[in-house]
């Protein structure tokens, strides 16, 4: 027999190795760390940020443009993320969401009608969608720059509720163009005079890149319905014009590329997203960047509110400028799928996300309740924010129809004029 296979004849021995223990905490020690376990879990359920043991969370990807704000807001997510949804925005301008392929995504978020008008006709199917709120376009602008204005018989302040200094101003765009076609410059009407500094540079708004953005898109179609006597361009067909130096020498010009050659000269474009316009102009640095921004209503009234909870009183040196006429910006959330339909459905039908959206300064769409504006106005007060006040003329700037104002923007940003996706239809 082998000797490795004989039974062993010896005692068993005791050895003074042993096998590794096991690393266990004292039960009084579970004791201990048993409520702080507990009070964490319960303030992740309370602040609904814990979902229930194997809930699936859904994540919904979307071309988003300036209102992606809403969606990035981390109250919004935490809103969303008790649905069991997750947002994953692909940050993209309003056109180029509308011109460029939309395959792979769940829904899309232009900021304004003529790109989400340009994006439903790609679909060969029916769409869900959800107009959840509005904004107006604005001008920023520091108090300065408006008492300038306001000296110039170009702007006239709101009344502020007791008398102190004002939050906004309605500004005559016919006025205000006058300076910007006479190549007027700040100093030229007397911006020294209510302020401690001087500034040669042209009276000139700043704005994003019309090529992507529904903000510039949009401030385009109020200087082209200004510039063509308080109409839409496109709406006069067959009406003679004076020929323009670009039209090829026939007898009549093209209405909507005459009024194009008007306003090319009216706007300076920047390149940027309508969002970063905005952060360039609430930043420290913002005055020396612009005197004059573009920006949207709601990217104002949370600045104000931020700025009062955080230091006790308004940002008085920041104002707003309404145009008259003037232009209410309508986001639409389309649905490009069935992940896409539930979100669009909650945004319709989910109180928190809609009260949320009025914390962030947007007047939201209610069926049934009080006005869009009223709940927002009451939020303001609350929160001791001067409430903005209707302006006495309510000349709505009527935008181009699709096809005039593509050819604007082509003419006016030099841009590839829209085009469909290569996928049509984005199945």
């Known amino acids: 027999m082998p000797e490795d296979s004989r039974p062993s004849t010896e005692e068993p021995r005791l050895t003074t190795s042993r096998p590794a223990r096991r690393r266990t905490r004292h039960p009084r020690h579970i004791i201990a760390a048993t409520p702080l376990a507990l009070a964490g879990l319960l303030a ?4 609904g940020n814990a979902l ?13 443009a300036s209102k992606s704000d809403y969606f990035k807001d981390p109250e919004v997510q935490r809103l969303l993320l008790k649905h069991g949804i997750r947002v994953d925005i692909h940050r993209l301008g309003s056109r180029g969401i ?7 995504m769940d829904v899309v978020f232009p900021s304004g009608q003529p790109a989400a008008k340009l994006i439903m ?16 376009l604005v001008l920023g602008t520091f108090r300065d720059y408006a008492k300038t204005l306001e000296a110039a018989g170009v702007a006239r302040p709101q009344r502020a509720a007791g008398g102190g200094e004002t939050l906004y101003y309605d500004l005559d765009m016919k006025k205000f163009l006058n300076l910007i076609e006479g190549q007027k410059t700040w100093n030229g009407i007397d911006f020294a005079e209510h302020s401690n500094r001087s500034n040669a540079g042209r009276v000139l708004v700043r704005t994003s890149s019309v090529c992507e953005s529904n903000a510039a898109g949009t401030y385009l179609s109020i200087l082209a319905f200004v510039e063509n006597g308080n109409q839409a361009p496109g709406t006069e067909r067959g009406r003679n014009k004076p020929v323009g130096s670009d039209s090829g020498g026939g007898p009549t010009a093209d209405p909507v590329l005459d009024v194009a050659q008007q306003v090319k000269p009216l706007i300076n474009l920047q390149g940027m997203a309508a969002d970063e316009q905005a952060d360039s102009y609430f930043s420290d640095e913002g005055e020396s960047i612009a005197p004059v921004s573009l920006i949207y209503e709601h990217q104002f009234l949370k600045h104000q509110v931020d700025h009062q909870k955080k230091r006790g009183k308004q940002d008085s040196r920041r104002v ?18 069935e992940q896409g339909d539930r979100l669009t459905e909650l945004m319709e039908s989910d109180a928190a996300l809609r009260r949320r959206a009025i914390e962030l300064g947007f007047r939201v769409r209610f069926s049934g309740e009080d006005g869009t504006s009223e709940q927002l106005n009451a939020y303001l007060r609350e929160h001791e924010v001067q409430v903005p006040t209707p ?6 700037a009527d935008a181009p129809d699709l096809d005039a104002l593509e050819r604007i923007i082509n003419y006016v940003g030099s841009c590839p004029p829209a085009g469909q996706g290569d996928d049509e239809g984005d199945e």
């Open 44 to 47: 992740l359920l309370v602040s």
């Open 52 to 64: 229930r043991p194997f809930e699936r969370i859904t994540t919904i990807d979307g071309k988003m």
């Open 98 to 104: 509308a011109t460029q392929s939309l395959r792979g």
């Open 121 to 136: 006709q790609r679909q060969q199917r029916s769409v869900r969608t959800a107009r959840p709120f509005v904004t107006p």
């Open 320 to 337: 707003l400028l309404y145009p008259s006429p003037h232009a209410l910006t309508e986001p639409e959330l389309i649905s490009l799928g």
């Open 391 to 396: 302006n006495p003329d309510q000349t709505k």
